[in-house]
């Protein structure tokens, strides 16, 4: 039986670490740093000049470095290896871990984009994978190693990964990634990590859970374009 899937609704997204409950106190702490005269201050929600200089590092008008100390562990499951090449080229802010090919039998599992599932190609896209996956099963029975037989699959083939980004490095995601009619299945990835912070961080209004925290402000620079 071919095992396929009709487009990117199936992939999942989970917060394994949701970063600071408080990255507005976070941020001070790293921008106090600077200078001499506000080493000693404690954040203070209250005090306009402490909340100033957090958005003046999230807008990169101060030292925008602590925003990379704003980090999150992700984990996304049933992205495409099309997707997984493209999603593993950050290098900077970011380090992951993804269910490898080699070891074991791949579980069939491929993702066609719904453009080509619900075209006149869907049918013969299907057989395609279907004689991919007979293959891949006859060759690993026959005693040729999975790390070879992986050579003949699709590139569809589903996997899963972990991977931890920074808040800089995840603000560069969005505005490579993020942009309706670009790259469809990066840009839904993103939007699900963006609705996950939303409900791990705001209140169904959008203020922040933690009043304060600064969240609603961090959220406005994960722009996801076209809605």
């Known amino acids: 039986m071919t095992k396929a899937r009709n487009g990117f609704k199936d992939i999942k997204v989970?917060?394994?670490?949701?970063?600071?409950?408080?990255?507005?106190?976070?941020?001070?702490?790293?921008?106090?740093?600077?200078?001499?005269?506000?080493?000693?201050?404690?954040?203070d929600v209250n005090n306009p000049k402490h909340i100033e200089a957090a958005k003046e590092v999230m807008d990169g008008k101060a030292l925008p470095v602590p925003q990379e100390a704003l980090n999150f562990q992700i984990r996304v499951e049933g992205l495409s290896r099309?997707?997984?090449?493209?999603?593993?080229?950050?290098?900077?802010?970011?380090?992951?871990?993804v269910t490898s090919?080699?070891?074991?039998?791949?579980?069939?599992d491929v993702v066609v984009p719904k453009n080509i599932y619900e075209s006149p190609f869907g049918d013969e896209a299907l057989r395609l994978v279907e004689a991919s996956q007979r293959l891949y099963d006859k060759m690993v029975a026959s005693g040729i190693p999975p790390q070879d037989c992986r050579y003949m699959t699709?590139?569809?083939?589903?996997?899963?990964?972990?991977?931890?980004?920074?808040?800089?490095?995840?603000k560069g995601?969005?505005?490579?990634?993020?942009?309706?009619?670009?790259?469809?299945?990066?840009?839904?990835?993103?939007?699900?990590?963006?609705?996950?912070?939303?409900?791990?961080?705001?209140?169904?209004?959008?203020?922040?859970?933690?009043?304060?925290?600064?969240?609603?402000?961090?959220?406005?620079?994960l722009d996801a374009m076209g809605g």
């Open 14 to 43: 989970q917060l394994l670490d949701a970063g600071e409950t408080h990255p507005f106190k976070m941020l001070w702490n790293w921008y106090r740093e600077t200078w001499y005269s506000l080493r000693n201050q404690e954040f």
């Open 82 to 97: 099309v997707a997984l090449a493209q999603f593993t080229r950050g290098r900077v802010g970011w380090a992951y871990c």
């Open 101 to 108: 090919q080699m070891p074991e039998t791949i579980q069939h």
């Open 154 to 170: 699709i590139h569809g083939q589903a996997t899963n990964l972990v991977c931890v980004v920074n808040f800089m490095a995840l």
């Open 173 to 221: 995601y969005f505005a490579r990634r993020c942009e309706n009619g670009l790259t469809d299945e990066l840009n839904y990835i993103g939007r699900l990590i963006r609705h996950e912070l939303q409900l791990a961080h705001l209140n169904p209004d959008g203020t922040d859970k933690v009043p304060g925290s600064g969240w609603s402000y961090l959220m406005s620079k």
